[in-house]
């Protein structure tokens, strides 16, 4: 079943705050993406991984890091969140850049 | 932006009706993708089509691309409720980076 999965789904911090989001994958895609979506903004890329330990920034990645240790899963960290990053955060995945395959979304809300 | 303005929009039509959704590009493409969200959920490819491609079907799908104008569009033959979403377009060049554009938001009234 091919499933990309993101926890959590709801997430509430206060300003300053560390946030770790995960995602996972079982389709042992080597890429994967963080994208984050605003009202008016569209998908906008935060980092892309072409593989383990192989990560590269995307149009936005100011304020985030992340941490691919494992093909089937990466994760998105924000170190002392501030208010501008509340929005939903995307995960993907793809096979070579083809398709992407996207999780449901984490709504995260920075106090 | 890559996007000209008619790339963000929304569009209200009646069940039945035909629908076509456009969009424009300014950097190297070998491919457009479009993908449509949902409320509440990640969004989902509906279809692709190459830069060897001038049209690609699928069901009631019709995509088109013209590199000469660098111009994509997504037509929905009788629209059913089930299309209202958003429509997405992302051409991709030689890289695995997508470029999303605003987005087109379709109602489909019954």
């Known amino acids: 079943d091919m499933k990309v999965t993101q926890m959590p789904r709801y997430l509430i911090k206060r300003m300053g705050e560390n946030v770790l989001l995960e995602c996972g994958q079982d389709m042992s895609h080597e890429t994967m993406y963080w994208y984050r979506q605003d009202p008016g903004l569209g998908l906008q890329l935060i980092y892309i991984?072409?593989?383990?330990?192989?990560?590269s920034e995307g149009d936005i990645p100011k304020g985030y890091r992340v941490s691919r240790k494992k093909r089937e899963h990466f994760s998105l960290i924000l170190d002392s969140a501030k208010t501008n990053q509340t929005s939903v955060y995307f995960c993907a995945s793809s096979l070579w850049g083809w398709e992407q395959y996207f999780g449901p979304g984490t709504r995260l809300t920075v106090l | 932006s890559q996007w000209g303005e008619e790339n963000l929009q929304a569009l209200s039509i009646q069940e039945g009706e035909d629908v076509t959704m456009n969009c424009s590009y300014k950097t190297y493409t070998t491919v457009v993708h479009w993908y449509r969200q949902d409320s509440g959920r990640g969004p989902a490819l509906i279809i692709l089509?190459?830069?060897?491609?001038r049209e690609k079907r699928s069901g009631r799908l019709r995509a088109t691309l013209d590199t000469s104008s660098q111009s994509s569009s997504l037509s929905i033959t009788a629209a059913q409720c089930e299309d209202t979403a958003v429509y997405f377009c992302?051409?991709?060049?030689?890289?695995?980076?997508?470029?999303f554009g605003l987005g087109t938001t379709l109602q489909v009234q019954p």
């Open positions: 089509i190459r830069s060897n491609e």
């Open positions: 992302a051409p991709q060049g030689n890289t695995r980076k997508l470029i």
């Open positions: 991984s072409y593989d383990v330990d192989s990560n």
